[in-house]
C-alpha cells in the first residue's frame, strides 16, 4: 500500500488562455512523463486530445494524469478556461484536496478566474497561486498580486520574486531561500543555475522575506512570541506554518514564471509538494441520508482500512469503450470486486481498472483510498453517483449542475441518422450533466440543450465528427420563464355527476408571487377538516404538474405561493383523484388573472476590449438592452461588465470582433431571470402562438 502522506491530487484552473494546459505540459516534461512537450498553439499538447481541442487550442474536457516528483504522487487535472463548460471545473474541484490558481501577468484576474475561484472557495480547496507568462508585454507581478487581494479578496503569500519583466525576464528570487534561480536561453527547463540575488533586488526580497515570516508564525503562537522577541524561526518551523496557512485558506502561497519558456516551473512542484494538503489533511466528505439527501453527521474517513467508498465525477467514452472516473476516499478496490451503486442500488464487478494518462492508460489491479482512476465499462453510473462497499451502502455529498440556458432544435440530414443519432447523444449527456436533450412532443423535434452558443456549436461539431451524423441546425432558442405579478383569492369546485359514484373536489386557495429564485411553494391552512389532511398532497400535486406550462406562452411558471384556506368535500364522492383535478381547473381559472409576466434570463457579460475601441462596445451594449455595471481600464485595454438579455447576445462574438478589429474577447454567464419589456414579450408570446397554431 502507498504511504498517503506522499499523494497530491490537484487540479489546475484558470482563465481561458492564461496557460493552463502548457503549465501542465511543463510538469509533464519535468517529472519525466513525457520526453517532447506538445505545445497548445500546434495543436499537440498532451492534455488536449480531442480533435475539437486541438483545432480551437482551448481545453474542453478536464484530462486527468499521474506523475512523480521527489517521491510524491501527484495527480494532475487540467480543467477548462471556457465558461460554457464550467461544469468541468466544478466536477474536477469535487474530489481533488489542492489546485493550482493560474493568472496571466498582463491579463490579471480574468472573469473566468473569478468564478472558478469562488467555486474553489465553495468546495474549500486549498491553492497555491501561479503568476503565468511574465514573458509578454505589458506582464506586471506585482499588478497582478494586488488584483489577487482586491478583486478575489484572496491574501497572496509571494513566494517568489520576478527578475527582469517582458522579454528581459530571466528567472526568479526565492524569497524564502533568499537565492536567485537564473535560466539561460537555451529554454530547457533543467538549465538554470543558482546564484546570489541580483542587487537591484537585494532590498525587496529582504522586505518581502521579513512579511512572509510575519504571515507564516501567526499560525503558530510559540514561534510567534519568540519572534517578537527578535528570534528568527528555523527553516522548517516556517514551512510548517506556511503549510498549516495553506491548508486553512487563510493566505496562498503566490509564484510567478513562464511556463512557454521554462521558467519557473520547479518551484511550483516543490510547493505542491510542500504546501498542499495531503488526501488525510482534508476535511472528510460528508455523508447524506440516501432519502432526503440531508447531511447525517457522518463522514468519509480517508483511510485504507475504512470500508470502500468512492466518487464517480466524470463519464468518458473512448476508443476503448466507455471510462467512469472514480475519487476513491476510503477502502481498496481490487480487480473482481463486486461494488454497491447507492444511486441506483444496484451493484457491478469491476472488471478492468486503468490510471490515466490524458488519453494512454496503465492497467492496474488494485487502488486505494486517494487514489484517482478509471473504471472500464461500467453500466447505470452517472455523474455524481457514490460507489461503496455492498456491506456498508452511504451516499456521499452529490455535486449540483447549473440548468442550461439556451436551446437549440437538430434534426438529422437523412432519416437513416435518427437512430445513431439517439445513441450518440445518450453518450455525450452521459458524459456532461450540463448538457441535456429533450423530444418536443408537438413537433418531435429534438432539443440540445446547453451552457452556451459554443457548448452547443461543439456538441453538433462531435456529433459529426466522433459520431459521423450530419445535422440540420435550427435558430437558437432562449429558455423564457413566466411568473404572476399580483396577489389573488379565489375558488374552485369539480364535481361530475355519472351513474355510480361521482368526483367532488371544491377549494379555496391564495395565489401570491414568491420571493426571486424559492421556486413554487404550497401550504395548507384549512382549520376545521373542510378538506381532509390526506387530500393535501393530491391538491399540491395539482398544481405543481400544471406549473410545467404557463398562462401566457406555455413557458414553465417561477416563483409562486400558494395557499389552501378552505374548500369541501364529499364523504363518498371526494378522492385524491378528484381534488387533484380540481387544483388543475383552479390552475387554469386564476394564473391568467393574477397578472402573469414573462420573464427571460440575463447574462453576466464580461468584454475586454482595447482603449480606443470603449465608446463602439458601450454603445452596442446599450442597444442590446445591457445594464453597464463596470468598467476598468487594465494595461493593455479595458474591462466592461454588464448585465444583457441572453436574447440579444446571439452571434455577438461576430459583431465584438467587427467593432475591434478583431481583439476584443468576451465571456458570459447566467446570472438571473428578470421581466421582459411588454414589446419584447409580447413578439415572443405571438411567434409561440404562431407555431403552436402551425403544429
Same mark, same amino acid.
Not at 492534455?47 to 475539437?52: L, P, S
Not at 471510462?323 to 454497491?340: A, E, P, V
Not at 447549473?402 to 436551446?407: D, F, G, L, Q
Given at each position: 500500500?502507498?504511504?498517503?502522506?506522499?499523494?497530491?491530487? %490537484?487540479?489546475?484552473?484558470?482563465?481561458?488562455?492564461?496557460?493552463?494546459?502548457?503549465?501542465?505540459?511543463? %510538469?509533464?516534461?519535468?517529472?519525466?512523463?513525457?520526453?517532447?512537450? *506538445?505545445?497548445?498553439?500546434?495543436?499537440?499538447?498532451?492534455? $488536449?486530445?480531442?480533435?475539437?481541442?486541438?483545432?480551437? *487550442?482551448?481545453?474542453?474536457?478536464?484530462?486527468?494524469?499521474?506523475?512523480?516528483?521527489?517521491?510524491?504522487?501527484?495527480?494532475?487535472?487540467?480543467?477548462?478556461?471556457?465558461?460554457?463548460?464550467?461544469?468541468?471545473?466544478?466536477?474536477?474541484?469535487?474530489?481533488?484536496?489542492?489546485?493550482?490558481?493560474?493568472?496571466?501577468?498582463?491579463?490579471?484576474?480574468?472573469?473566468?478566474?473569478?468564478?472558478?475561484?469562488?467555486?474553489?472557495?465553495?468546495?474549500?480547496?486549498?491553492?497555491?497561486?501561479?503568476?503565468?507568462?511574465?514573458?509578454?508585454?505589458?506582464?506586471?507581478?506585482?499588478?497582478?498580486?494586488?488584483?489577487?487581494?482586491?478583486?478575489?479578496?484572496?491574501?497572496?503569500?509571494?513566494?517568489?520574486?520576478?527578475?527582469?519583466?517582458?522579454?528581459?525576464?530571466?528567472?526568479?528570487?526565492?524569497?524564502?531561500?533568499?537565492?536567485?534561480?537564473?535560466?539561460?536561453?537555451?529554454? &530547457?527547463?533543467?538549465?538554470?543555475?543558482?546564484?546570489?540575488?541580483?542587487?537591484?533586488?537585494?532590498?525587496?526580497?529582504?522586505?518581502?522575506?521579513?512579511?512572509?515570516?510575519?504571515?507564516?508564525?501567526?499560525?503558530?503562537?510559540?514561534?510567534?512570541? @519568540?519572534?517578537?522577541?527578535?528570534?528568527?524561526?528555523?527553516?522548517?518551523?516556517?514551512?510548517?506554518?506556511?503549510?498549516?496557512?495553506?491548508?486553512?485558506?487563510?493566505?496562498?502561497?503566490?509564484?510567478?514564471?513562464?511556463?512557454?519558456?521554462?521558467?519557473?516551473?520547479?518551484?511550483?512542484?516543490?510547493?505542491?509538494?510542500?504546501?498542499?494538503?495531503?488526501?488525510?489533511?482534508?476535511?472528510?466528505?460528508?455523508?447524506?441520508?440516501?432519502?432526503?439527501?440531508?447531511?447525517?453527521?457522518?463522514?468519509?474517513?480517508?483511510?485504507? $482500512?475504512?470500508?470502500?467508498?468512492?466518487? @464517480?465525477?466524470?463519464?468518458?467514452?473512448?476508443?476503448?469503450?466507455?471510462?467512469?472516473? +472514480?475519487?476513491?476516499?476510503?477502502?481498496?478496490?481490487?480487480?473482481?470486486?463486486?461494488?454497491?451503486?447507492? @444511486?441506483?442500488?444496484?451493484?457491478?464487478?469491476?472488471?478492468?481498472?486503468?490510471?490515466?494518462?490524458?488519453?494512454?492508460?496503465?492497467?492496474?489491479?488494485? @487502488?486505494?483510498?486517494? $487514489?484517482? %482512476?478509471?473504471?472500464?465499462?461500467? =453500466?447505470?453510473?452517472?455523474?455524481?453517483?457514490?460507489?461503496?462497499?455492498? =456491506?456498508?451502502?452511504?451516499?456521499?455529498?452529490?455535486?449540483?449542475?447549473?440548468?442550461?440556458?439556451?436551446?437549440?432544435?437538430?434534426?438529422?440530414?437523412?432519416?437513416?441518422?435518427? /437512430?445513431?443519432?439517439?445513441?450518440?447523444?445518450? =453518450?455525450?449527456?452521459?458524459?456532461?450533466?450540463?448538457?441535456?436533450?429533450?423530444?418536443?412532443?408537438?413537433?418531435?423535434?429534438?432539443?440540445?440543450?446547453?451552457?452556451?452558443?459554443?457548448?452547443?456549436?461543439?456538441?453538433?461539431? %462531435?456529433?459529426?465528427?466522433?459520431?459521423?451524423?450530419?445535422?440540420?441546425?435550427?435558430?437558437?432558442?432562449?429558455?423564457?420563464?413566466?411568473?404572476?405579478?399580483?396577489?389573488?383569492?379565489?375558488?374552485?369546485?369539480?364535481k361530475k355527476q355519472s351513474g355510480g359514484s361521482g368526483q367532488f373536489g371544491k377549494i379555496d386557495y391564495r395565489v401570491k408571487p414568491g420571493e426571486q429564485n424559492s421556486g413554487f411553494q404550497f401550504k395548507s391552512t384549512v382549520v376545521g377538516g373542510n378538506v381532509p389532511k390526506e387530500f393535501f398532497p393530491a391538491i399540491e400535486k395539482g398544481f405543481k404538474v400544471m406549473?410545467? /406550462?404557463?398562462?401566457?406562452?406555455?413557458?414553465?411558471?417561477?416563483?409562486?405561493? +400558494?395557499?389552501?384556506?378552505?374548500?369541501?368535500?364529499?364523504?363518498? $364522492? #371526494?378522492?385524491?383523484?378528484?381534488?387533484?383535478?380540481?387544483?388543475? *381547473?383552479?390552475?387554469?381559472? #386564476?394564473?391568467?388573472?393574477?397578472?402573469?409576466? &414573462?420573464?427571460?434570463?440575463?447574462?453576466?457579460?464580461?468584454?475586454?476590449?482595447? /482603449?480606443?475601441?470603449?465608446?463602439?462596445?458601450?454603445?452596442?451594449?446599450?442597444?442590446?438592452?445591457?445594464?453597464?455595471?463596470?468598467?476598468?481600464?487594465?494595461?493593455?485595454?479595458?474591462?466592461?461588465?454588464?448585465?444583457?438579455?441572453?436574447?440579444?447576445?446571439?452571434?455577438?462574438?461576430?459583431?465584438?470582433r467587427t467593432m475591434t478589429s478583431g481583439r476584443g474577447q468576451f465571456s458570459m454567464e447566467f446570472s438571473h431571470y428578470a421581466a421582459c419589456p411588454a414589446n419584447v414579450a409580447e413578439a415572443v408570446i405571438a411567434a409561440e402562438k404562431e407555431k403552436k397554431a402551425a403544429k
Amino acid at each position: 500500500m502507498a504511504e498517503l502522506s506522499k499523494y497530491r491530487n %490537484i487540479g489546475i484552473f484558470a482563465h481561458v488562455d492564461a496557460g493552463k494546459t502548457t503549465s501542465t505540459e511543463r %510538469i509533464l516534461k519535468l517529472t519525466g512523463k513525457i520526453h517532447k512537450t *506538445g505545445e497548445v498553439h500546434d495543436g499537440a499538447a498532451t492534455t $488536449d486530445f480531442m480533435e475539437q481541442e486541438a483545432e480551437r *487550442g482551448i481545453t474542453i474536457q478536464s484530462a486527468a494524469t499521474t506523475c512523480f516528483w521527489k517521491d510524491h504522487r501527484l495527480n494532475i487535472i487540467d480543467t477548462p478556461g471556457h465558461v460554457d463548460f464550467t461544469v468541468e471545473v466544478y466536477r474536477s474541484l469535487k474530489v481533488l484536496d489542492g489546485g493550482v490558481g493560474v493568472f496571466c501577468g498582463s491579463g490579471g484576474v480574468e472573469p473566468q478566474s473569478e468564478t472558478n475561484w469562488r467555486y474553489a472557495n465553495d468546495s474549500e480547496v486549498a491553492r497555491i497561486i501561479f503568476v503565468n507568462k511574465l514573458d509578454r508585454l505589458g506582464a506586471d507581478f506585482y499588478r497582478v498580486v494586488d488584483q489577487v487581494k482586491n478583486v478575489l479578496g484572496a491574501n497572496p503569500l509571494v513566494m517568489t520574486l520576478p527578475i527582469g519583466t517582458e522579454d528581459d525576464f530571466v528567472g526568479v528570487v526565492d524569497v524564502l531561500s533568499q537565492k536567485a534561480y537564473i535560466w539561460d536561453d537555451t529554454g &530547457l527547463p533543467e538549465n538554470y543555475e543558482i546564484t546570489d540575488i541580483p542587487a537591484d533586488l537585494v532590498d525587496d526580497a529582504a522586505a518581502y522575506r521579513e512579511q512572509l515570516i510575519e504571515t507564516a508564525v501567526e499560525q503558530d503562537d510559540d514561534l510567534m512570541m @519568540a519572534y517578537m522577541e527578535g528570534e528568527e524561526p528555523s527553516l522548517e518551523d516556517i514551512k510548517r506554518c506556511i503549510r498549516s496557512g495553506t491548508r486553512t485558506m487563510d493566505f496562498f502561497p503566490t509564484y510567478c514564471g513562464s511556463a512557454f519558456k521554462n521558467k519557473g516551473i520547479q518551484l511550483i512542484l516543490d510547493a505542491v509538494v510542500d504546501y498542499l494538503p495531503n488526501p488525510v489533511e482534508v476535511d472528510a466528505q460528508p455523508l447524506t441520508d440516501e432519502e432526503t439527501g440531508e447531511p447525517t453527521g457522518e463522514t468519509a474517513l480517508v483511510s485504507v $482500512d475504512e470500508p470502500f467508498r468512492a466518487l @464517480a465525477f466524470k463519464i468518458m467514452d473512448d476508443r476503448f469503450g466507455a471510462l467512469t472516473f +472514480i475519487r476513491i476516499y476510503s477502502g481498496t478496490l481490487n480487480k473482481g470486486d463486486t461494488i454497491l451503486n447507492s @444511486a441506483t442500488g444496484k451493484t457491478e464487478r469491476i472488471g478492468r481498472m486503468v490510471e490515466m494518462h490524458a488519453d494512454d492508460r496503465t492497467e492496474l489491479s488494485t @487502488a486505494q483510498a486517494g $487514489d484517482i %482512476i478509471a473504471v472500464v465499462g461500467m =453500466k447505470n453510473v452517472q455523474t455524481g453517483h457514490t460507489l461503496c462497499d455492498p =456491506k456498508n451502502p452511504c451516499t456521499l455529498e452529490p455535486m449540483i449542475f447549473p440548468e442550461p440556458v439556451i436551446s437549440i432544435a437538430v434534426s438529422p440530414k437523412d432519416k437513416g441518422s435518427t /437512430e445513431k443519432m439517439g445513441i450518440a447523444i445518450g =453518450k455525450m449527456v452521459a458524459e456532461d450533466p450540463s448538457f441535456q436533450v429533450e423530444t418536443d412532443e408537438d413537433s418531435g423535434e429534438t432539443i440540445l440543450k446547453g451552457m452556451g452558443e459554443l457548448h452547443l456549436d461543439i456538441k453538433v461539431d %462531435i456529433l459529426k465528427r466522433t459520431y459521423g451524423v450530419e445535422l440540420t441546425v435550427g435558430q437558437p432558442q432562449v429558455a423564457y420563464r413566466e411568473t404572476i405579478t399580483q396577489a389573488i383569492e379565489d375558488s374552485y369546485t369539480h364535481k361530475k355527476q355519472s351513474g355510480g359514484s361521482g368526483q367532488f373536489g371544491k377549494i379555496d386557495y391564495r395565489v401570491k408571487p414568491g420571493e426571486q429564485n424559492s421556486g413554487f411553494q404550497f401550504k395548507s391552512t384549512v382549520v376545521g377538516g373542510n378538506v381532509p389532511k390526506e387530500f393535501f398532497p393530491a391538491i399540491e400535486k395539482g398544481f405543481k404538474v400544471m406549473m410545467e /406550462e404557463g398562462p401566457l406562452a406555455g413557458f414553465p411558471l417561477l416563483d409562486v405561493e +400558494i395557499e389552501l384556506f378552505d374548500g369541501g368535500f364529499h364523504a363518498v $364522492d #371526494s378522492s385524491a383523484v378528484a381534488f387533484e383535478i380540481a387544483a388543475k *381547473g383552479a390552475y387554469r381559472q #386564476s394564473m391568467p388573472k393574477a397578472g402573469p409576466q &414573462l420573464l427571460e434570463p440575463i447574462m453576466k457579460v464580461d468584454v475586454f476590449t482595447p /482603449e480606443d475601441h470603449v465608446g463602439d462596445v458601450i454603445g452596442d451594449l446599450n442597444r442590446r438592452r445591457g445594464m453597464i455595471k463596470d468598467q476598468e481600464a487594465g494595461a493593455t485595454g479595458v474591462r466592461i461588465k454588464a448585465d444583457v438579455p441572453l436574447s440579444e447576445m446571439f452571434g455577438y462574438i461576430g459583431s465584438l470582433r467587427t467593432m475591434t478589429s478583431g481583439r476584443g474577447q468576451f465571456s458570459m454567464e447566467f446570472s438571473h431571470y428578470a421581466a421582459c419589456p411588454a414589446n419584447v414579450a409580447e413578439a415572443v408570446i405571438a411567434a409561440e402562438k404562431e407555431k403552436k397554431a402551425a403544429k
